[in-house]
């Protein structure tokens, strides 16, 4: 196991009916932005029930961020916290939402041009001073940024992370019942996120990481056993507890200490949402079963612990092994109504190089635990998932 160091300061408020906790959560005298996304928190009465819990607290609410956060959307909002003196911000919504609000967490206050914070993965306090403090109250389980200090923002077609330990929530209003309503296509999209949150973090190489292991698979294996019932019974808070706790559980930093991680999958996927508007959790889909086959003999340790522990499959050689558990994620993602090809999207082999173009605009050429997934591996990957 490698050396490390781990942080995570945020505090969880799990349950039902929870949102009364934000009145001794948020400081008394806090001047509040309240951000939220398309306007189904609105038309739900989420965020009058926010204000409600934020009492004489002085309010103002910014919405309208996308999926795959815009910066330019972003930056009103940096606007709106300096023509209103906002000295905390709350996010109401799922990953874009609480991304969006992180990155105006760290440009409020930004001496800078904000646009220089696009693709840093280390932001300190060296270079921005004062970071506004904020909270959540999540709506969709999927990206586990309620308990992690990372977004990825877009610019025009350019998805780019922005990592800071200094955008941690304050704390997370974890409430099951907030995703009652959500359509099936988000839910199942959640389920996948997190489970390849996961396998970026596991299907690598052994380091003798017991514990993460072992973590790692109790997520993998209880995305597999509610990910069909999460969708078909929305109403089911039990299951969709276990459904909301786990994707928080997948990219809280817990299972990647300590161990090598990949994220390639994540940044080819990306590639696919920028160019072709596909969503984040069906890019996630089309490109891991691909990938884990062109890298079946770098990963098969793992691809084999994994077949055994996570799908039960123990017959065969090793190869047969790795092969029927990429076959059976396939399959999960399937089974959630999520297509795993770029052809179900209208998606050719001539449009790979677009997709190579932009990996190697945005300097991946050398992704993977390995650093050795080069531009002509990643197409052998996008062919393989087409």
């Known amino acids: 196991m490698f050396d490390f160091e781990f942080h995570n300061p945020t505090h969880i408020v799990f349950g039902r009916d929870r949102l009364g906790r934000i009145d001794r959560l948020v400081p008394a005298d806090a001047r509040v932005l309240v951000t939220c996304g398309g306007g189904s928190a609105v038309r739900s009465g989420l965020i009058s029930r926010v204000k409600e819990a934020l009492g004489r607290r002085f309010v103002r609410e910014f919405g309208g961020i996308e999926p795959n956060p815009q910066f330019d959307t972003l930056m009103k909002a940096v606007a709106e916290v300096r023509a209103h003196a906002i000295d905390f911000l709350l996010a109401v919504g799922g990953g874009s939402v609480i991304d969006g609000t992180k990155f105006v967490a760290l440009a409020a206050h930004f001496e800078g041009d904000p646009a220089t914070l696009l693709g840093q993965r280390n932001v300190t306090s060296a270079m921005v001073p004062r970071v506004l403090p904020l909270g959540t109250v999540l709506t969709l389980p999927a990206a586990g940024s309620e308990m992690n200090s990372g977004a990825v923002i877009s610019r025009g077609r350019d998805k780019l992370p922005v990592l800071s330990?200094?955008?941690?929530?304050?704390?997370?209003?974890?409430?099951?019942?907030?995703?009652?309503?959500?359509?099936?296509?988000?839910?199942?999209?959640?389920?996948?996120d997190a489970f390849v949150h996961t396998t970026e973090q596991y299907l690598t190489y052994p380091v003798g990481a017991i514990l993460q292991d072992r973590m790692a698979e109790a997520i993998l294996a209880t995305l597999i056993e509610i990910g069909r019932k999460s969708i078909d019974r929305p109403d089911d808070y039990d299951i969709r507890a276990q459904h909301v706790?786990?994707?928080?559980?997948?990219?809280?930093?817990?299972?990647?200490?300590?161990?090598?991680?990949?994220w390639a999958t994540h940044m080819i996927a990306h590639e696919l949402t920028a160019l072709f508007g596909i969503d984040h959790g069906q890019s996630l889909a089309i490109v891991l079963p691909s990938l884990l086959s062109v890298r079946r003999q770098q990963k098969i340790a793992k691809l084999v612990q994994y077949a055994d522990r996570v799908w039960g499959i123990r017959e065969g050689t090793d190869l047969e092994k790795a092969d029927a558990a990429i076959a059976s994620t396939r399959a999960f993602f399937e089974s959630l109504d999520v297509p795993t090809r770029l052809s179900a999207y209208g998606i050719g082999a001539d449009r790979i190089p677009e997709v190579l173009d932009q990996l190697q605009a945005h300097g991946m050429v050398a992704l993977g635990e390995h650093r050795d997934i080069t531009p002509e591996v990643a197409a052998e990957i996008l062919q393989r998932a087409l």
């Open 165 to 192: 330990s200094l955008t941690f929530p304050r704390f997370s209003i974890l409430d099951p019942s907030l995703t009652f309503s959500l359509p099936a296509r988000q839910v199942a999209n959640g389920i996948v």
């Open 245 to 262: 706790w786990t994707a928080t559980m997948a990219l809280n930093g817990i299972i990647g200490v300590g161990v090598p991680q990949d």
